[in-house]
């Protein structure tokens, strides 16, 4: 089950609320979201739950133990234990497992047979989430929770463990024990749903069309045809460029709604990274939650760049090797985080006191940066990535364009031009003017009330009708 989807929309997530609202107290609450949790994770994968619901109860049992000793050398045993011999381990079987294989068979001819594992949803999403807990409890930021289905309800809450954001324990902690559900919250939390539900469903899942269309070979193979016109490659990567934030920040804005319902506040994850003027920035407003976590919980405790210009670029190496990794076991994913760490190398060496000199051009530079790599994260085929190349500056023998082409980007230009818009904070922004003026205008007041009432109702109605019209609706992230 995903959140762009009919039965979810009306039927799960209501039912949820109500069951929700008229439970007597905090403890029956939590009850019914860990319920409606394990049903939803259970619904994609009934028989992952069991890894899921096993490691978070190893990891419940070991933390208690770190809290209860007060030696230090066995606090780490008990802590390498659960992060390392559980947590990175399962991940690494199911996740990469696989992956190694493969390569050691291409070096060595050894296995002969490579084995195939179902890559359990959201396990790279919730394994982080259960390593910042247990360092939190050793580092003492935070008490071991005492309550294995309050950490299970954390671990599996619905809103976020299947693509995130990355939520950790000492942000939510204090609001499973006790919370409350303001007006304010209740709105501004159907707004965000709403908002991501129309990104989702609208916005992203037409981009997802116009990049099968032009940049996956007749028939569906995930090969580039090296006949594409350039024109097909460039506005193709365009979308894709589009679909991928759309998708994975509509994720994210529907996860926040949905715990504002509830009076839980999860961390932002994304702030319009498009608009970034550096690499470096732009990592800072893109899938934040797990940018944070490299930064907390690797390239800090490896000295961050306190040890100098070569330890400071070896740790960035390190980071961004990770970073490309987890989001997926193939090589273009090593590759794509390389080629952000180079860049984001040379900006901490030198670039990045050019590039605030040079503001005029700044965000240019990161959105061809950006765009690029894009390339290298959409296929895993290296020659794929070579045929695009290529392939958009006319080097395959190909042409600059085509009838097809042209007819595509005549009939899209309007919603592609949406789209580059509602990647920026264009109309956040509009509506915040029209908040602030409301606030000194009756004229303005009404405008501003009459806008509350209808955009939610219309951007609901346009994505039910998207959805009803549309049965291509994947997400992205779901698969790392």
Known sequence: MVFSNLLFVFAFLPLNLLFYAIAPGIKAKNAVMLVFSLIFYAWGEPLYILLMVAMAFIDWILTLQIEKNEGIYKRRRLLIFAVVGIDLLLLGIFKYGSFILSNLNLLTGFPETIPSVALPIGISFYTFQLITYCVDVYRGDVPAQKSFPTLLLYVSMFHQCIAGPIVRYKDICAELSDRRVSYADSYEGIIRFVTGLFKKAFLANTCAALVSKLLVADGGEMTVLSGRSSLALWVGVLSFSMQIYLDFSAYSDMAVGMGRMIGIHYTENFKYPYISSSVSEFWRRWHITLGRFFKDYVYIPLGGS????????????????????????????????????????????????LLKKAKGISNFYLLVIVFFGWILFKFENINDIWTVLKGMFCANGN??????????????????????????????????????????????????????????????????????????????????
Do not use: M, Q
Not at 439 to 446: D, E, L, P, R
């Open 306 to 353: 306190r040890k100098g210009i070569l330890r400071t670029v070896l740790n960035l190496f390190i980071v961004w090797a990770l970073t490309g990794l987890w989001h997926g076991a193939s090589w273009n994913f090593v590759l794509w985080g390389l080629y952000f760490f180079v860049f984001i190398a040379l900006e901490k060496l030198f670039l990045g006191k």
């Open 399 to 480: 042409a600059f364009c085509d009838f097809e082409t042209l007819t595509i980007l005549k009939s899209n230009i309007v919603f592609l031009v949406l789209c580059v818009l509602c990647c920026t904070p264009l109309f956040a922004g509009a509506y915040k003017k029209l908040e602030e003026k409301a606030i000194s205008s009756k004229g303005v007041f009404a405008v501003y009330s009459i806008v509350n009432i209808l955009i939610p109702l219309a951007l609901l109605g346009v994505s039910v009708a998207a959805l009803i019209g549309n049965s291509y609706n994947p997400f992205l992230y779901f698969k790392f």
